[in-house]
């Protein structure tokens, strides 16, 4: 089978494409056949080095994944061959909350990702997609969209809430995806009017280019009044503290990326004002079997960006490196 790996390295000028033999299935475990892969902003970080400098190589990218169980091995009973299945990000958090050793379980990082033609999990690790989706719909899930409702759903979220969502990319997509399911008011931030105009199609209730108006918190005041119910930060230390301003007393604030690099926080605004902050690092099996419920209900359909064939894997990172995306970039491994 054909594989992408990191090889000898990291950077763009070491990924490779190889030949690996076909995995054969243990005891537990089974082999899918990978239609479509999704990337993520962390994908880009574990290629270059920044994610985990440490991480042994080669090593296979890409946590995100979808396609069909092609054999099972002794004693398997949760899926059969030719079920339609994603893999979950964390392979041993399946349910209840997060630890080291779950913690630790990564595709595309811990271990081999999902970027070839097959790939040997553990049955316990992949999930049915719901039916109406394809596989390129399908393999945004697994990270972007379980990191989303993880921020809000399990955060919380109730209808009528109002939901402040940073930038277009998957995450911030899923979360306004999910809000607006929910019968939540949602704003966004962003630095493309463009990208606003497409959000605002997606039932955002406003945006706000934050290059021509860089305090975006005082806007968000302005539009509830008291501050948001909710903010999606990827950002991190550079955007959090505009945050916790535009969040209101009791708010929450789900803190998932790292986007705009360090900085320091004051945390008396947080203490003053009982602001709930969390650390999201996606989710359980039990949250991402949730969620495909509500999106099957809700005939929920992903935001695919651009679809690239297996062999520009190369381009498609580079392509997310520019931030020119709108929602999710696939990689389509029948082509």
Not at 3 to 27: S, V
Not at 137 to 158: F, H, I, R, Y
Not at 293 to 313: K, M, N, S, W, Y
Request: proline share 5%; charged share 20%; aromatic share 6%.
């Amino acid at each position: 089978m054909k594989a992408w790996i990191i090889d000898g390295g990291f950077g763009f000028e070491n990924l490779k494409q190889a030949q690996r033999p076909d995995p054969k299935p243990g005891p537990g475990q089974i082999v899918v056949r990978v239609r479509a892969v999704s990337l993520n902003y962390r994908d880009l970080l574990v290629t270059k080095g920044v994610y985990n400098p440490k991480m042994p190589l080669p090593r296979i990218p890409c946590s995100d994944g979808a396609g069909e169980v092609l054999a099972i091995g002794d004693g398997v009973s949760r899926v059969k061959v030719g079920d339609r299945v994603a893999a979950i990000f964390h392979q041993r958090w399946l349910a209840g909350g997060i630890t080291d050793i779950v913690g630790r379980s990564t595709l595309g990082g811990d271990l081999d990702g999902m970027l070839a033609e097959q790939v040997l999990l553990s049955e316990d690790g992949v999930v049915p997609v719901p039916e109406h989706l394809s596989f390129a719909e399908a393999a945004t899930l697994p990270c972007a969209a379980v990191t989303a409702w993880n921020a809000l759903v399990e955060g919380g979220l109730k209808v009528g809430d109002t939901v402040l969502v940073q930038g277009t990319g998957g995450v911030s997509i899923f979360a306004l995806q999910f809000a607006k399911l929910a019968g939540a008011r949602v704003f966004v931030t962003s630095s493309s009017d463009t990208k606003l105009s497409r959000s605002i199609e997606l039932g955002a209730s406003a945006g706000l280019n934050y290059r021509t108006t860089p305090d975006w918190e005082k806007w968000a005041r302005t539009q509830t009044g008291i501050g948001v119910d909710h903010v999606v930060e990827v950002g991190g230390a550079g955007t959090l503290e505009r945050s916790i301003k535009a969040a209101r007393t009791g708010g929450h604030i789900a803190l998932i990326g790292v986007l705009t690099g360090n900085g320091t926080v004051n945390p008396l605004p947080i203490l003053m004002k009982s602001i709930r902050l969390r650390g999201i690092f996606v989710g359980s099996r039990v949250m991402f079997e949730e969620m495909n419920r509500a999106i099957t209900v809700g005939q929920l359909r992903p935001v695919i960006d651009r679809v690239f064939p297996f062999t520009e894997f190369p381009q498609a990172l580079q392509h997310m490196e520019s931030g020119a995306h709108f929602g999710k970039i696939v990689i389509d491994l029948t082509k």
